[in-house]
């Protein structure tokens, strides 16, 4: 058969009816007679086509452009082929019997056209913005389809198909109830990975971070991916899969993972696929976070030019592993694939596979989305989209060549609609005969997938039944064998490698660490943070209120205010090495325009990071991450991000703290669990900006009480266990207690996610300035601020956390009462029970406790820290605050400051 290798069309057809444009190259012009050679440098205007020419050509690039919705696709064949009235020659004015120079019918170059591009393969690519994309995958395409699997190849996917079958079957058998969400119905994905994984090395791919959903996830790892089989039999089993010495609960079946080296002739690649929640999209974010981390570009540059020399992914490939129904229906879907070509985000494209079971859950498809396929979101980016048949085991195959070739050439993300069936229902347990009666009928009369595939080579006499029998009865009698080892083998040993060698898990108790700074580095990094070049055109208000502001208070080593003592602590990390990265919504002004790490030059808006110029053999870098206005793939990114090297300070921070929970999937099911579930450390710092100052419900709360109730401290262990617990919540008051933190987060040999409860007015406020000395060696991080106050004189202990302590503070000084002492708990979990101990100690005529807050009853840290206090010194504390209320503040300015003064008339009428 003669390819089909035309040119792109452009609109115009009615413009110029005589005339009509073409783009100014031919693939392959002399293919069929009625494209002239000459035409391979083709001007309208000096070489004018004849209208049946174009006639044809518009035919062409009809079945570029829509074959894919006659295409056979689908493997149950449940719905009807639509008409395609661009398809029809007719509608072009051409007939079956017309004929080009070279006796070519309209006729024959359908019959072609079908077989290209409405066959078990096709593609959607007309709609990409570049010309040079559209007229690359044509070419490829076509090409691709025409390339023979080698005898190797084909033996290779059916060993892999039909092992995946045995496994699902032994399970069956062994496990009878079992929920496995087996492969069975989409066995033909191996044929995808493999090739993937066999052609990666010869482009240089060393990494493949990988996330995948359930469906097949056991089958690849045990087939594919080096997961010891045994392991997993315990795990059906109900057996740990961790040590007794390893602090972990575990996860479910379908969330197992593994990490290993795959050998293909080409060479090495690692492959990782990451552990993931059952809020099955919420990983991909994450993976592309892990994937940026590990692709580790020296030089981050300013604002999203990356390292010199540097393509953004060399080296290092994301592949995300889709279900039709979550693919169009999480929003998460879209949020990671806007990021997908953004700074400080690209990681040089993702190659994506959504395995389109036809039905989510028992939702079918014209429920689940309004589109004709699933994948038609991703159109929007705008990628090309690879529609195959699950059945068509060497179309998978080459689905997943041309992907890894377009990925490569452009550098961008491509998506595979793997079309196929569930041959159990959503799983193993289920009957969807309740509900797809129809569907379900058909799949019961259907060969498996590596039954057609085996049965199509042994037709072709490259395969045998004796084959065929030996692969499943060995590998049978293999499962046989690990499953006998279930009683007797122990769980695998537990230990942190690669980036993490060294690193270990925290310890029970609460630990401090000298986070000081030599006085003389302080001040050099001071100066440097505010040093921009001569000829930068810095704004006129920051000269004054920033620049000069920030020098004094280096000079004078007082009043250092949170955003001199965040750029102290961050250039004091980037000395000692530890690169990094902070993102958020308008992060490098901040939004209280406090922080400037990035000054933009006001005559060529070029942007410039003081810090990335401290030294000229800096090593070491900032990198400041404006990110588009999303909340939960931002954060599953710089959780993946943080996942991969622990030499790193990784930050995210919220435009307001109320805004996190656009992400609670990812604090859910990632960072308060991670380490819990998957061993999974991570040293994300959460900045999350509170305070009740009238400005209203989504911009006063971080509700910290959430991040409170998803800590496993517990109150019932007095002393509360330390820093093993699964994150910490720290509510500081000072800017040197803000630097202790940071610094806290990069000293420790163990990484644990950090939540803090980020001020807005204390930003600015004096009290809550620190002096240079606060930020030297021998100073760490307080857990708890004890006050300056005679403690003999001392009845009343008013407990509280946050800003709300100053106007305690502020209003016991104005009634000039000298028996009342405010104590801040700095540190909210951890639990500081043994510095609470040492400071109630000290006030031993103190009778009266009571906890102030401005937050509502219901919210805060009071319903946390009220137990624990009780448990952890005897006394029973009284309440002061807000009302239990369903929104976190009244945005009436009146019912604030009223508000306000009961919450102070109760504090001190106690």
């Not at 998460?332 to 040089?348: A, K, N």
């Not at 000084?813 to 801040?824: C, E």
Request: charged share 25%; glycine share 6%.
């Amino acid at each position: 058969m003669v390819r089909v290798m035309y040119t792109d069309l452009y609109e115009g057809f009615q413009l110029w009816p005589n005339r009509v444009p073409v783009a100014a190259y031919h693939s392959d012009a002399s293919t069929f007679g009625f494209v002239p050679q000459r035409f391979a440098t083709y001007d309208p205007f000096v070489n004018p086509i004849t209208p049946e020419d174009a006639q044809r050509l518009h035919l062409i690039n009809a079945y570029r452009r829509y074959g894919y919705l006659k295409a056979n696709l689908d493997p149950l064949q449940l719905t009807e082929t639509p008409a395609v009235r661009e398809l029809d020659p007719g509608f072009y004015g051409l007939k079956p019997t017309d004929t080009d120079a070279r006796g070519v019918s309209i006729e024959r170059l359908v019959g072609q056209l079908e077989a290209l591009y409405c066959g078990p393969i096709s593609v959607e690519f007309m709609h990409l913005n570049d010309w040079q994309e559209r007229h690359w995958f044509s070419q490829n395409f076509e090409r691709v389809q025409s390339e023979e699997l080698s005898l190797e190849e084909k033996r290779r996917v059916v060993d892999l198909m039909l092992r995946s079958q045995s496994f699902d079957n032994f399970l069956a058998l062994k496990f009878p109830t079992l929920k496995r969400y087996g492969c069975e119905g989409a066995e033909s994905m191996f044929a995808f990975f493999s090739e993937l994984f066999e052609i990666a090395p010869s482009s240089d791919v060393k990494d493949i971070v990988m996330c995948i959903a359930h469906r097949g996830r056991n089958n690849l790892l045990v087939e594919l991916m080096e997961f010891p089989v045994v392991q997993m039999f315990r795990k059906i089993r109900g057996k740990p899969e961790f040590p007794d010495d390893v602090l972990g609960s575990g996860d479910v079946l379908s969330h197992l993972t593994s990490s290993f080296d795959y050998k293909s002739p080409e060479g090495n690649v690692h492959i990782t696929m990451l552990p993931n929640p059952s809020h099955l999209e919420a990983v991909n974010p994450v993976a592309m976070g892990k994937a940026r981390g590990r692709a580790a570009t020296k030089r981050l540059g300013d604002y999203g030019s990356e390292a010199e020399g540097s393509e953004v992914g060399d080296g290092v490939l994301c592949l995300q592993v889709h279900g039709d129904g979550a693919f169009s229906g999480q929003g998460v879907v879209w949020e990671t694939m806007v990021l997908s070509q953004c700074p400080h985000f690209r990681i040089g494209g993702s190659i994506h596979l959504v395995t389109n079971n036809q039905i989510a859950f028992t939702a079918e498809a014209h429920i689940g989305r309004p589109s004709t396929h699933c994948t038609d979101i991703a159109k929007s980016l705008p990628s090309p989209v690879i529609h195959v048949n699950g059945d068509s085991v060497e179309d998978v195959l080459r689905a997943g060549r041309l992907a890894f070739a377009y990925r490569q050439r452009f550098r961008k993300d491509v998506f595979v609609n793997l079309l196929c069936y569930r041959r159990w229902g959503h799983n193993e347990l289920d009957d969807p005969t309740f509900t797809q009666p129809l569907m379900y009928s058909i799949i019961e009369d259907r060969k498996s997938p590596p039954d057609l595939y085996a049965q199509q080579l042994i037709d072709q006499g490259q395969f045998s039944e004796d084959e065929k029998k030996t692969i499943v009865e060995t590998h049978t009698s293999k499962l046989i064998e690990e499953f006998r080892k279930v009683d007797t083998e122990p769980p695998r040993a537990v230990h942190l490698g690669g980036n993490w060698k060294g690193y270990k898990q925290a310890p029970k108790e609460i630990s401090k660490w000298d986070t000081g700074v030599d006085l003389e580095l302080l001040r050099y990094v001071g100066a440097k943070s505010v040093e921009v070049p001569e000829d930068f055109a810095l704004h006129h208000h920051l000269q004054k209120t920033h620049v000069d502001a920030r020098l004094n208070r280096i000079k004078t080593g007082e009043n250092i205010d949170w955003s001199t003592a965040e750029a102290l602590a961050f250039g004091s990390i980037l000395a000692q090495d530890f690169d990094i990265r902070i993102s958020g919504q308008d992060v490098g002004r901040a939004t209280f325009c406090h922080r400037h790490a990035a000054l933009t030059d006001q005559m060529t808006d070029a942007v410039y990071i003081p810090l990335n110029n401290l030294s000229p053999d800096q090593k070491s870098f900032i990198e400041v991450a404006n990110n588009p206005l999303s909340e939960e793939a931002v954060l599953g990114f710089e959780f993946g991000f943080s996942t991969e090297n622990p030499r790193r300070l990784c930050l995210w921070e919220a435009q307001f703290g109320d805004f996190f929970n656009g992400a609670q999937i990812i604090i859910d099911t990632f960072i308060a669990s991670a380490e819990s579930k998957w061993l999974q450390q991570s040293g994300l710092v959460m900045t999350l900006p509170h305070g009740f100052d009238g400005a209203g419900p989504e911009h006063s709360s971080c509700r910290m009480e959430r991040f409170l109730q998803l800590t496993d401290s517990r109150e019932d262990q007095i002393p509360v266990d330390g820093d093993h617990v699964n994150f910490q919540v720290a509510n500081p008051t000072t800017s040197a207690q803000y630097f202790h933190l940071l610094r806290r987060q990069v000293v420790t040999p163990w990484r644990k996610p950090l939540v803090i409860v980020a001020p807005k007015i204390l930003l600015r406020h004096p009290m809550a300035a620190s002096k240079l000395t606060d930020l030297a060696p021998g100073t760490t991080f307080q857990n708890v601020l004890d006050d300056n106050v005679d403690p003999n004189k001392v009845t009343k202990l008013i407990f509280t956390s946050g800003k709300h302590a100053y106007t305690i503070m502020k209003e016991r000084d104005a009634r000039k009462l000298v028996d009342t002492a405010v104590i801040r708990l700095e540190s909210l979990c951890p639990f500081p029970v043994a510095d609470l101990q040492a400071v109630f100690q000290k006030y031993p005529a103190a009778n009266k406790y009571l906890w102030s807050q401005e937050e509502p009853r219901n919210a805060g840290a009071y319903s946390f820290a009220s137990r624990r206090l009780e448990a952890a010194l005897g006394i029973t504390v009284a309440y002061a605050g807000r009302p239990e209320l369903a929104w976190t503040a009244t945005a009436i300015g009146q019912f604030h400051e009223a508000e306000n003064k009961k919450i102070i008339e109760d504090t001190f009428a106690f």
